[in-house]
């Protein structure tokens, strides 16, 4: 097949230039037959052809004016030819151009050509390179970005805690502080500081984790209904404490999904304590159901809302509501981006949706195909 389109190329140019060759004698021949019979009709009344036409046939009887008519030929010949390959020629040569300007850098290049066939294909291919070759560098260039961003983020939210740390102890060591309940209250802060480094610091190690696509789940068959009434469980001490009431409303008994359950633990975690942490309300709502072929849990909250320009950035990381940066609650703005990781990680989604009355957080996850088909 290869072998046959190589022939064909090969031979291509030769019959182009045969057809040349015959089409152009041919045109000579016809013209040549026309001009006789004008000739002959005219020939007693002269004029400028017929003057012309004795010109050429005194001159063609010259051995020289034969080899002119020849090279005439060739010369109608070549430029016939020189037509029929021009079109492949052109598109050929702006290949040429187009990806000179390509290996430069520019990508915002594309070849056009009108031409059909493998060379058509070829510029096609290119371009389809091209593009990739765009949307690979656009994400490079992103993802160094976001790692510079992260960077920068994570000495600000680093170095914040640590001047308080350091400032509070300068304090003490100095001995600037009035009295032993001075002293305790300095220490005291420290301690809640280094507290909220510690959780930052764990918090980073653990989106490290979870974005690293090389980290291996530890999935198992597990009925999420059981899980959600553990997780709830745990937080009872934290619902009394916060005066905040976790109400479950689960439509079935099982849900069975093939999950690490230490990390969707910790996923489910991080909506409830965002829950109590941020809404206002007197209770924090759990909904569990099951869409189709997922199982759905909404982790409801209620009262301060997240404003609606603020909720598309809050599943990113170190992406804090204004308000809540500016409270010190210990927050390190990285929990949603480690739940979505976690979500991701078991192909499942999160959404968040939130209104002057209550916020949502919306987690589905696929059931096992064996739950699915009991149903
Ligand atoms: P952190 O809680 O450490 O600030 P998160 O990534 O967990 O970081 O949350 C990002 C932001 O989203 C929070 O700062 C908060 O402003 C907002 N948020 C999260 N959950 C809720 C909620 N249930 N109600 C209101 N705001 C919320």
Redo the contacts with the bound molecule.
């Keep these: 097949m290869k072998n046959n389109k190589a022939l064909n190329y090969a031979i291509m140019p030769i019959v182009y230039l045969f057809l040349s060759f015959i089409s152009v004698s041919t045109s000579f021949v016809i013209l040549k037959v026309i001009l006789d019979r004008y000739y002959r009709y005219n020939s007693q009344y002269g004029g400028a052809i017929v003057n012309a036409i004795n010109f050429f046939k005194f001159f063609k009887d010259q051995t020289i004016g034969n080899y002119l008519y020849y090279i005439i030929i060739a010369v109608f010949t070549f430029f016939v030819y020189y037509l029929f390959m021009r079109k492949s020629l052109t598109a050929f040569l702006k290949i040429v151009e187009v990806t000179n300007k390509m290996a430069g850098g520019d990508l915002d290049k594309t070849i056009s050509i009108d031409c059909k066939g493998d060379i058509k294909t070829l510029a096609d291919n290119i371009n389809i390179i091209s593009l990739l070759l765009k949307n690979v560098t656009i994400e490079e260039r992103k993802a160094q970005q976001t790692k510079a961003d992260l960077i920068t983020n994570v000495s600000h939210d680093l170095r914040t805690p640590l001047t308080s740390i350091k400032g509070y102890l300068g304090l003490i060591n100095d001995d600037k502080y009035r009295d032993e309940v001075q002293l305790r209250y300095y220490v005291d802060i420290a301690y809640e500081k280094s507290k909220e480094l510690e959780i930052l610091i764990n918090d980073l190690f653990e989106l490290t984790k979870v974005q690293n696509r090389s980290i291996t789940l530890n999935k198992i068959e597990i009925n999420l209904v059981e899980l959600l009434n553990q997780i709830i469980f745990q937080f009872g001490y934290q619902f009394q404490s916060e005066k905040i009431e976790g109400r479950s409303f689960f439509s079935e008994d099982k849900m069975i999904i093939y999950a690490d359950p230490n990390k969707l633990v910790r996923a489910f975690q991080?909506?409830i304590n965002?829950?109590i942490?941020?809404?206002t309300g007197d209770y924090l709502d759990i909904y569990a159901y099951k869409e189709g072929s997922y199982a759905i849990v909404d982790v409801i909250?209620y009262g301060?809302?997240?404003p609606a320009v603020e909720l598309p950035y809050?599943?990113d990381r170190f992406?804090?509501?204004e308000?809540?940066?500016n409270k010190n609650?210990g927050?390190?703005?990285?929990?949603?981006?480690i739940?979505k990781s976690i979500v991701t990680l078991h192909d499942g989604q999160i959404s968040a949706h939130?209104d002057g009355e209550k916020?949502v957080?919306k987690v589905k996850l696929p059931l096992l195909d064996k739950e699915n088909n009991m149903h």
């Design positions: 991080n909506l965002n829950g942490k941020y809404g909250s301060n809302p997240i809050i599943f992406y804090r509501v308000k809540s940066r609650d927050g390190s703005g990285l929990g949603l981006a739940t939130s916020t957080f």
